[in-house]
C-alpha cells in the first residue's frame, strides 16, 4: 500500500547555512525510492509517496541521507495526510478569521504532555497563547512568530529536550495538507 508522507526538516536554508536545495532533496527522497516527489519552498518540506516503511522509519532514512549527502545531520519528522488533516481540523483558534502569520503548529517527533510546559504561565503572554494537540502544539502569535515572546519562551532548549520541534505556519500547514491530499 502506498501512503502519501510530508517531510518536515528542521533548521535548514536559513541565515545561509545548512544549505539543502529542494531540487537536491528532490532526487535524493526519489533516490530513496519514493514516488511523486515535490517540495515547498525553500524552508525544508518535501511531500512524497512511498510503499515501504512508517514514519520514524522513513524519518530516520531520509534523516541519515541527508548527513551523507550534505554532511550535516537534520532533524526530520515525516507525517502522513491523514495526521496533517487531523491537525488541521483541530485547530483550536479560528484559522479562517486569522492572517496566516498569525497561527503557527509545532510538530513533535512524538507526543507531549502538559507537564512539559507547567512553568509557563500563560496569562503573563496574553493575547499569545498556545494549545497542545496530537504530537503538536498551536501557537497564536498576533503580531508573528517573530516578535512572539511566547514562542521564544517555547522554543527554549529545557522545554523541548528529549523530542524535535519544528514550526511551521499556517500557509505551510493548509498547503501540505493540500499536496499529501493531492
Known amino acids: 500500500m502506498t501512503t502519501t508522507?510530508?517531510?518536515l526538516l528542521r533548521g535548514i536554508n536559513v541565515g545561509g547555512s545548512r544549505k539543502v536545495p529542494m531540487a537536491d532533496l528532490r532526487t535524493l527522497l526519489a533516490d530513496l525510492g519514493h514516488d511523486d516527489v515535490r517540495t515547498y519552498l525553500q524552508s525544508g518540506q518535501a511531500v512524497f509517496s512511498s510503499g515501504h516503511?512508517?514514519?520514524e522509519s522513513l524519518a530516520g532514512e531520509?534523516?541519515?541521507a541527508i548527513e551523507k549527502r550534505f554532511g550535516f545531520g537534520v532533524d526530520v519528522i515525516v507525517r502522513d495526510h491523514a495526521y496533517l488533516r487531523a491537525i488541521a481540523d483541530a485547530c483550536p483558534f479560528p484559522a479562517a478569521d486569522l492572517e496566516p502569520k498569525q497561527l503557527h503548529v509545532t510538530y513533535f517527533?512524538?507526543?507531549v504532555t502538559p507537564d512539559?510546559?507547567?512553568e509557563i504561565d500563560q496569562d503573563a503572554y496574553l493575547p499569545e497563547e498556545f494549545r497542545l494537540g496530537d504530537r503538536a502544539l498551536y501557537l497564536y502569535a498576533p503580531n508573528g512568530l517573530g516578535r512572539s515572546k511566547l514562542a521564544?519562551?517555547?522554543s527554549k532548549p529545557r522545554i523541548n529536550k528529549g523530542v524535535t520541534a519544528t514550526?511551521?505556519?499556517w500557509n505551510t500547514v493548509a498547503?501540505?495538507?493540500e499536496m499529501t491530499g493531492a
Request: glycine share 4%; charged share 25%.
Open 5 to 7: 508522507y510530508a517531510a
Open 152 to 154: 521564544e519562551h517555547l
Open 167 to 169: 514550526t511551521r505556519n
Open 62 to 64: 531520509i534523516a541519515q
Open 116 to 118: 512539559r510546559f507547567a
Open 109 to 111: 517527533s512524538e507526543p
Open 53 to 55: 516503511g512508517n514514519e
Open 175 to 177: 498547503k501540505l495538507v
